[in-house]
């Protein structure tokens, strides 16, 4: 089975060429059949970056991470979808993980996530990602998909600017109730939460996703993130 990586990308050059490399690295190459960046219209070096570093370099007319997503799932040639952060990187072995829990019998999944920063609350909140509950469900967890099961569920939704992961996530749940958390850890960036101080941001994390489950509209969760995340 061949795995197509999809990464999308907003003025990603101080880590895009970093990430790569370490995924060309770590990649069985029996696994790998493309590393896809999806760019959003950067106004810095992301593209080019990306396509020297040796990935397959997709144009999005929307900055928009659901939009970059779906188009880079209508060009994979692999038989399963990988989506991953830009600033996440899976463990070394990941192609393996993921071929052998589709091999399993598992048609998605996820990594249990950590961050590049040892603080106690970060670590708390990252022990819960063990469990495949929606509340403690986060991007930087990436997504590996069958592509069988993802054209079944649905392609990500693009009037979604926030929560789009867990949104696919439900439907996934329905189409394919398979899922699974590998008992490994995916490593993300903290770079938001030192910005925003780890506390607070982490309190908005959680008020947006009350808010998301009551109903919120995308305009209205959109605008109290772009007010209170910097």
Not at 2 to 17: D, L
Not at 115 to 140: E, M, P, Q, V
Not at 189 to 208: E, T
Request: aromatic fraction near 14%; glycine fraction near 6%; proline fraction near 2%.
């Amino acid at each position: 089975m061949k795995i197509s990586i999809i990464i999308p990308t907003y003025n990603e050059a101080g880590v895009i060429e970093q990430l790569l490399e370490y995924l060309f690295v770590n990649a069985a190459s029996a696994h790998l059949i493309e590393i896809i960046v999806v760019d959003g219209k950067s106004e810095d070096s992301t593209a080019a970056l990306a396509k020297k570093a040796g990935a397959r370099v997709i144009a999005s007319d929307k900055r928009n991470r659901a939009a970059q997503m779906n188009r880079g799932a209508e060009h994979a040639q692999g038989d399963i979808l990988y989506f991953l952060h830009a600033d996440s990187y899976p463990p070394p072995g990941f192609t393996s993980d993921i071929v052998n829990a589709v091999l399993a019998g598992n048609s998605s999944g996820s990594y249990r996530l950590s961050f590049d920063n040892n603080h106690w609350f970060l670590k708390l909140n990252c022990w819960f990602t063990r469990f495949d509950i929606s509340a403690f469900r986060y991007g930087d967890q990436s997504l590996f998909i069958t592509k069988t099961c993802f054209n079944a569920a649905g392609s990500y939704n693009e009037d979604y600017e926030l929560m789009e992961d867990n949104e696919i996530a439900g439907r996934v749940r329905k189409e394919c109730p398979d899922h699974i958390i590998i008992k490994k850890t995916i490593t993300t960036s903290a770079r938001r939460y030192l910005k925003n101080g780890i506390f607070r941001l982490q309190f908005i994390y959680y008020l947006i996703f009350l808010l998301y489950s009551l109903g919120f509209s995308q305009k209205q969760l959109m605008e109290l993130y772009r007010r209170w995340i910097k």
